[in-house]
């Protein structure tokens, strides 16, 4: 079956550091890849996503790429800003024919301090 | 943007009611809408997909005669919760796939919170 492995939070940092948070997944055949976020309050909004091998997804700052060959696909940002705080979400969509279904990781809670 | 529509955003409910919550897309016709259930501090669980005309499909667990799936119109699905009860409290999200174009993702809904007293 298909499965996210995402990296546990809480995220503390202070603005302007450096962001990664891990993700590796588990899909039959190549899975388009997605973060989402979920700023408090909020619903899910997608902040980038990758559909092949090697592409990069980026978005507001935030860049992703699709590695294939450690079935990766880790969120980055260089330099982050307190509105960042939100909960991170990776998300593998599997290939296949109809709908897709999403399978979402536990979510990685970011808070950054000025 | 795609723009999907959750209605109402939080509800408080006696236990023994039932209480339904509508999703929209308000710009996109969807063929195909996802509820996900979010429990504190979880990850969203998906509960069902839904195609309009068709009944719901719904994942392992989740109690299909509990959890009432109406898909009507290709804007419209409504979740309702028949006779809920405390642990039912949670935050339930919608989402929409558009169906003519292929956008490649789902479209998420606000949310609806839902306390049962």
């Known amino acids: 079956g298909n499965s996210v492995t995402q990296m546990e939070g809480p995220v503390t940092l202070s603005e302007e550091a450096f962001l990664t948070i891990n993700c590796t997944y588990t899909a039959t055949g190549y899975p388009s890849l997605f973060w989402y976020v979920q700023y408090p309050g909020e619903g899910l909004q997608l902040l980038l996503k990758?559909?092949?091998?090697?592409d990069k997804g980026s978005n507001k700052g935030f860049e992703a790429t699709y590695r294939k060959e450690t079935t990766s696909f880790h969120l980055e940002k260089g330099s982050v800003q307190v509105s960042d705080s939100a909960v991170y979400f990776c998300?593998?969509?599997?290939?296949?024919?109809?709908?897709?279904?999403?399978?979402f990781g536990k979510g990685t809670k970011l808070s950054v301090i000025p | 943007g795609a723009v999907v529509s959750q209605h109402p955003s939080w509800v408080i409910c006696k236990s023994g009611t039932s209480v339904k919550i509508e999703c929209r897309s308000l710009d996109f016709q969807a063929t195909t809408m996802f509820w996900y259930r979010q429990f504190p501090k979880q990850s969203l669980m998906l509960m069902a997909t839904s195609n309009e005309g068709s009944k719901a499909t719904y994942e392992q667990g989740v109690e299909k005669d509990k959890f009432l799936i109406n898909h009507a119109s290709l804007t419209l699905s409504t979740l309702t919760v028949t006779s809920a009860h405390p642990e039912d409290s949670s935050f339930y999200i919608c989402s929409a796939e558009p169906g003519l174009i292929q956008y490649n993702e789902q479209f998420f809904g606000p949310g609806t919170r839902l306390t049962v007293l």
């Open positions: 998300a593998p969509d599997p290939p296949g024919a109809g709908s897709y279904q999403l399978t």
């Open positions: 990758a559909t092949k091998a090697d």
